[in-house]
């Protein structure tokens, strides 16, 4: 009986995605229980650092204020705990002061699933829901 067969070395890439909205904004997709609306083609960046290595990625979210970032190289060297995720601005003018998370701050990540792809595996994580407020809650 031999030793067994040593693991391959795993490298995979790694998406994040979340939702951007506009507390008390009554934009397209607003949503009466929440009362806030998505915010559509808000700049999302996804930022990993750990010693020399770093990772920045952009996207853009979509119509119902979702974004999906995905790294186009391997991402073995980073964990999660070595990525956050940030939305600097609002793509509305009347809805432009963060609420939550805190910009410098930013969102750290929460793993969720692997995904298969055709050229290996990614890992799927989510961030926390971005959440803008108008300067003036009287003018949405």
């Known amino acids: ?10 490298n995979f890439t790694i998406s994040v995605e979340g939702v951007v909205w506009c507390k008390s904004c009554r934009y397209c997709g607003y949503v009466k229980s929440k009362n806030t609306s998505p915010l559509p083609n808000a ?14 990625v952009w996207n853009t979210t979509d119509a ?21 995720v940030y939305v600097p601005r ?5 809805c432009g002061v963060i609420v939550k998370p805190a910009w410098k701050k930013g969102s750290r990540l929460k793993f969720r699933k692997f995904v298969t792809l055709s050229d290996g595996l990614q890992a799927r994580y989510s961030a ?13």
């Open 90 to 94: 609002s793509p509305a003018r009347r």
């Open 64 to 84: 119902q204020g979702y974004f999906l970032i995905q790294t186009w190289r391997q991402a073995a060297p980073f964990t999660s705990k070595d990525c956050k």
């Open 128 to 140: 926390s829901t971005f959440m803008f407020a108008p300067q003036n809650p009287t003018k949405r």
């Open 1 to 10: 009986m031999g030793l067994p067969w040593p693991l391959p070395k795993l």
């Open 43 to 56: 700049a999302a960046l996804l930022r990993c650092q750990r010693g020399k290595w770093a990772l920045s």
